[in-house]
């Protein structure tokens, strides 16, 4: 799959954006004692699931562009 620089970068830049703000939510919210519904925990967790994946692929995507 070929992909332009723009594209890729902006998938790169929201994947990372997408993982950070489900971690925040998670960990903050067990770090400061909030109750979060499970609906709620469960549905950032599937964004979660999802952002990763593409957040590594767009990581070695990039790397072997600029090589």
Known sequence: ??????????TWIISLIV??????LLAGSELF???LSDT??????????IAVPV???STVQKTRAVK
């Open 33 to 35: 004692e909030f109750d």
């Open 19 to 24: 993982t950070a703000v489900a971690t925040f």
């Open 55 to 57: 957040l590594a692929w």
């Open 1 to 10: 799959m070929n992909m332009s620089k723009e594209n890729l970068h902006l």
């Open 40 to 49: 709620f925990q469960r549905i950032v967790g599937v964004f979660d699931l």
